[in-house]
């Protein structure tokens, strides 16, 4: 069983900065991939990036490339997600999600566990 728990969400203006990190706990804890979704209020939930486990290698929503930056650290079971020049259309809650088989990373139903989320706000 895998537990995932975002942090460091909250209230930023417009064109400022936050960064969400995601800890991830298990007795067997080897994803294939993370990744960070959103869901505004009344919106299907949505992909906004992904980082392969072992590889590194990472994908972004079209949108997000160039402002946001997500990383993992292996050795410490937690995957960040930078974001730069928010914008008031990111306000959303922030899910964090494993994978442990491989799949379309930009998929909600390739992840099998996630967490709880994290509240970001971006005022204008």
């Known amino acids: 069983q895998v537990q995932l728990v975002e942090s460091g969400g909250g209230l930023v203006q417009a064109g400022g900065s936050l960064r969400l990190s995601c800890a991830a706990s298990?007795?067997?804890?080897?994803?294939?991939?993370i990744a960070w979704f959103r869901q505004a209020p009344g919106k299907e939930r949505e992909f906004v990036a992904a980082?392969?486990?072992?590889?590194?290698?990472?994908y972004y929503a079209d949108a997000k490339k160039g402002r946001f930056t997500i990383s993992r650290d292996n050795a410490n079971n937690t995957i960040d997600l930078q974001m730069n020049s928010l914008k008031p259309e990111n306000t959303s809650v922030y899910y964090c999600?494993?994978?442990?088989?491989?799949?379309?990373?930009?998929?909600?139903?390739?992840?099998?566990?996630w967490g709880q989320g994290t509240q970001v706000t971006v005022s204008s």
């Open positions: 999600a494993a994978a442990r088989r491989p799949g379309i990373l930009q998929v909600r139903g390739t992840y099998d566990s």
């Open positions: 298990g007795r067997t804890f080897s994803p294939v991939a």
């Open positions: 980082i392969t486990w072992r590889g590194g290698n990472t």
